[in-house]
């Protein structure tokens, strides 16, 4: 059983930029894949980004590459999420999730943890 808490999220000016935070409880960290899905107002939730759970391999939606950056701290029990050059489109619920059978948690189907979730708003 894994547990996920976000935190970071806000309000930032389009532009702007936002780390968010996971941290996970359990032994068995280490051995998850771990990534980050969204979802905005009335649309369905998609994926973000996400790191395999020796963190060797990462994979990016292409609407966040060369401006968002999953890393994790395996020591913290932790993922983050760097957000940078945000855009108003951008504002949503952020979702940390962790995925045991798979090296890269890319799809919902592929989550078997979510956190409850953290609002990021980019104003214009």
């Known amino acids: 059983q894994v547990q996920l808490v976000e935190s970071g999220g806000g309000l930032v000016q389009a532009g702007g930029s936002l780390r968010l935070s996971c941290a996970a409880s359990?032994?068995?960290?280490?051995?998850?894949?771990m990534g980050w899905f969204r979802q905005a107002p009335g649309k369905e939730r998609e994926f973000v980004a996400a790191?395999?759970?020796?963190?060797?391999?990462?994979n990016y939606a292409d609407s966040v590459k060369g401006r968002f950056t999953i890393s994790r701290d395996t020591a913290k029990n932790t993922v983050y999420l760097q957000m940078n050059s945000l855009k108003p489109e951008e504002t949503a619920v952020y979702y940390c999730?962790?995925?045991?059978?798979?090296?890269?948690?890319?799809?919902?189907?592929?989550?078997?943890?979510w956190g409850q979730g953290t609002q990021v708003t980019v104003s214009s």
């Open positions: 359990g032994r068995t960290f280490n051995t998850y894949a």
């Open positions: 790191i395999s759970w020796s963190g060797d391999a990462t």
């Open positions: 999730v962790a995925g045991r059978h798979t090296m890269l948690v890319t799809t919902t189907a592929n989550a078997d943890y």
